[in-house]
């Protein structure tokens, strides 16, 4: 991540960390920060390096985030294949990705079912009727609806 600043102005910044193999907090190891200037990189010295001040936080700056960027939704390498947010039956990574109807059920698209005259689909998956119609997702997808309404 490269973020652009100017001379004595304060940012701030969010990290985490996330690694699959920690055992425990005592194998956890600080992450290096890098500036760069005229193409020279160095580790940021520990003095241009401030702790947030805990007595002045805002009420919409909580000290505890209330979301990480680890969420499941953001992340393919953590994701939950059978994860349905919006409960239409049709998986959230299917959604993203595209799926198709293959005997009344949602199935992750392949090219291949392209061939056999299957239809790819994608939707959202934070909302069961994508379209915005009465109809959910899975229901449009697999014509299991009323036609005739």
């Given at each position: 991540?490269?973020v ?47 702790l ?63 061939e ?34």
């Open positions: 991540l490269k652009n600043m100017k001379k004595g102005k304060e940012y701030k910044f969010r990290i985490e960390l996330q690694d699959k193999n920690l055992g425990s907090i005592d194998n956890l190891s600080s992450p290096n920060l890098y500036w760069e200037l005229d193409g020279i990189k160095k580790i940021i010295p520990a003095e241009n390096l401030f947030r001040d805990y007595s002045n936080i805002e009420k919409n700056d909580p000290f505890i985030p209330n979301n990480n960027f680890f969420d499941p939704r953001l992340m393919s390498d953590w994701e939950d294949e059978d994860l349905d947010t919006d409960n239409d039956n049709i998986p959230d990574s299917y959604e993203r990705n595209g799926y198709t109807i293959k005997d009344l059920i949602a199935v992750k698209w392949e090219d291949s079912f392209a056999q005259g299957y239809k790819k689909y994608v939707s959202n998956y934070l909302e069961s009727n994508t379209a915005g119609d009465p109809y959910t997702d899975y229901e449009k997808a697999s014509g299991s609806f009323d036609k005739a309404i």
